[in-house]
């Protein structure tokens, strides 16, 4: 498993701490509200976001399939990732507010989505706008590999990054 130097110290409830920052993971529906919010303007990247979030994410996080980590600063949600388990594992949205931006946060977020997942490697897409800003860390950080580059799956004409997965496992459909 990948592991990391941080400031961490753990908590009582087994969540962890970072310069008041709390990491922890949930299935709760009322989360699923909160999580919602940040994903705001994702759209941009991911049109059907809204109906996907409801309809795929909220249903199988609420049935154990997902898991949302949360990453929260004074009850805030502040980053988020959505994880999915199962034979072919995936990270589905990694999202940090941009105020907390390049403070460590999103790495926090894949590091333990990593290990909620128990996986190294899991499935990952990027958007062609984020992939300067992405690849540097999911590469170097945590030696994902880009699989495939293609055009046109969720948005026309717009490249989407896959890193790691099975050979047999690129995205056919959007959702």
Known sequence: MLSYSSSRTATKRGNTRTNMITYRTTKSIFDCYRAFELTEGLDVFYPDIRDWFWNKVVPSTI???SSIVLAE???????LSMVKAGDD???RCLRVRPEYANRGVGIHL???SLKL???DKPMVTVPEEKINE??????NRFDFDLRFV???LYRPGKLEYQFNGQENQRIKSAY
């Open 63 to 65: 049935t154990g399939n």
């Open 150 to 152: 293609d055009r046109g």
């Open 117 to 119: 997942l128990d996986h």
């Open 110 to 112: 894949i590091d333990k």
């Open 89 to 91: 594992p995936k990270i």
């Open 73 to 79: 600063e004074h009850d805030q949600v502040i980053g």
């Open 134 to 139: 992405l690849s540097r860390i999911m590469v």
